[in-house]
């Protein structure tokens, strides 16, 4: 079982930038491919990227690319969520999770473990 904490949200301006980390507990975090999701009120949950096991894949949503940067450190047990030109549609809380396997996944329903999520909002 893994246990995933984020950190890192908080309040920052339209084009600032915030870097999310996850922290995993236990010794096998580099079997599993690691995500990023989003909920703003009243929305679903959105796929926002993810990272292959080695970190040597990543896939980003659309709405995110060229300004999110996923990466993973797993010597640190660690999956980061660097967010650059951030946007006031960008505020939703964001949580990490971690699924077994190697198929990159975009569907949350896929990923078995998911963090308590953290706050990130964009001011305009």
């Known amino acids: 079982q893994v246990q995933l904490v984020e950190s890192g949200g908080g309040l920052v301006q339209a084009g600032g930038s915030l870097r999310l980390s996850c922290a995993a507990s236990?010794?096998?975090?580099?079997?599993?491919?690691m995500g990023w999701f989003r909920q703003a009120p009243g929305k679903e949950r959105e796929f926002v990227a993810c990272i292959s096991r080695s970190g040597g894949s990543t896939y980003h949503a659309a709405s995110v690319k060229g300004r999110f940067t996923i990466s993973r450190d797993n010597a640190k047990n660690t999956v980061y969520l660097q967010m650059n030109s951030l946007k006031p549609e960008d505020t939703a809380v964001y949580y990490c999770?971690?699924?077994?396997?190697?198929?990159?996944?975009?569907?949350?329903?896929?990923?078995?473990?998911w963090g308590q999520g953290t706050q990130v909002t964009v001011s305009s």
């Open positions: 236990g010794r096998t975090f580099s079997r599993y491919l």
């Open positions: 999770a971690a699924r077994q396997g190697t198929t990159v996944q975009t569907m949350g329903s896929l990923y078995d473990y």
